[in-house]
């Protein structure tokens, strides 16, 4: 990787931040647009590819050296957005495969998955790239792009990782027509005893989740 890429700012910064605004805004806008449920036959695809583009800008940040704020102590951006109309409406826009499993952390030896919502994780994320856009928003750009790089090492970049894992998961079973198994027995709500997830007996077809959600199966 060559100097260039990770010392993108220094060169241009105002280039770097826009592009890296623009792309976090056309998520949001995205999501919020599929989450209205007016088009739920291309939900999962889009959201796939939203949430693909949206992990290239994390990259980018990621791959980034260390961006410091201006000011010591981050400046109020003034409350946050509500998002729990967002997030209802992706509960039930993704009820049949809204919730799934998730290691959090692969390099923690014999962790057991836990069960997770993509509801609940593009609206998490969402709140964090939210923050960021407040202050970039105000003017104050590097503080900014400081946010949405500590929040993509700490919460959101790993949270849209795992979201993308899923969605993609989904579309694979659908168009390789191979059963999913029962996710009824995963509850975010509950708690996983055992060292390992267990699901209840019996398993839904490809076709039984493609169907509603309108996904193209391969023939």
């Known amino acids: 990787?060559?100097?260039?890429?990770?010392?993108?700012?220094?060169?241009?910064?105002?280039?770097?931040?826009?592009q890296i605004a623009d792309q976090i805004e056309s998520f949001l806008v995205a999501v919020t647009e599929v989450a209205k449920g007016d088009e739920p036959e291309s939900a999962v695809p889009f959201l796939?590819?939203?949430?693909?583009?949206?992990?290239?800008?994390?990259?980018?940040?990621?791959?980034?050296?260390?961006?410091?704020?201006?000011e010591r102590y981050e400046p109020d951006s003034?409350?946050?957005?509500?998002?729990?109309?967002?997030?209802?409406?992706?509960?039930?826009?993704?009820?049949?495969i809204d919730v799934y499993s998730e290691v959090f952390d692969p390099y923690e030896p014999r962790k057991a998955p836990v069960p997770a919502r993509i509801s609940d994780d593009l609206a998490d994320v969402?709140?964090?790239?939210?923050?960021?856009m407040s202050h970039y928003r105000a003017g104050r750009t590097t503080e900014a792009l400081w946010w949405?790089?500590?929040?993509y090492f700490s919460n959101w970049g790993s949270t849209a990782s795992a979201t993308l894992r899923?969605?993609?998961?989904?579309?694979?079973?659908?168009?390789l027509d191979q059963p999913l198994a029962e996710l009824d027995g995963l509850d975010t709500d509950?708690?996983?005893?055992?060292?390992?997830?267990?699901?209840?007996?019996?398993?839904?077809?490809?076709?039984?989740?493609?169907?509603?959600?309108?996904?193209?199966?391969?023939k």
């Not at 796939?48 to 980034?64: C, D, K, N, P, Y």
């Open 148 to 151: 949405w790089q500590f929040s």
């Open 78 to 96: 003034g409350p946050e957005p509500d998002v729990d109309g967002l997030r209802e409406n992706l509960v039930r826009l993704l009820d049949p």
């Open 190 to 218: 509950q708690g996983m005893g055992d060292d390992t997830l267990e699901f209840e007996a019996g398993r839904v077809m490809a076709q039984e989740i493609a169907h509603p959600l309108g996904i193209r199966q391969a």
């Open 1 to 18: 990787m060559s100097d260039a890429t990770l010392h993108a700012t220094d060169q241009n910064p105002d280039d770097f931040a826009v």
């Open 126 to 132: 969402i709140t964090d790239l939210r923050h960021g």
């Open 166 to 175: 899923a969605l993609q998961s989904v579309l694979a079973h659908v168009r």
């Open 48 to 70: 796939l590819l939203e949430v693909s583009q949206l992990l290239l800008a994390g990259g980018r940040l990621g791959a980034h050296e260390d961006i410091v704020p201006d």
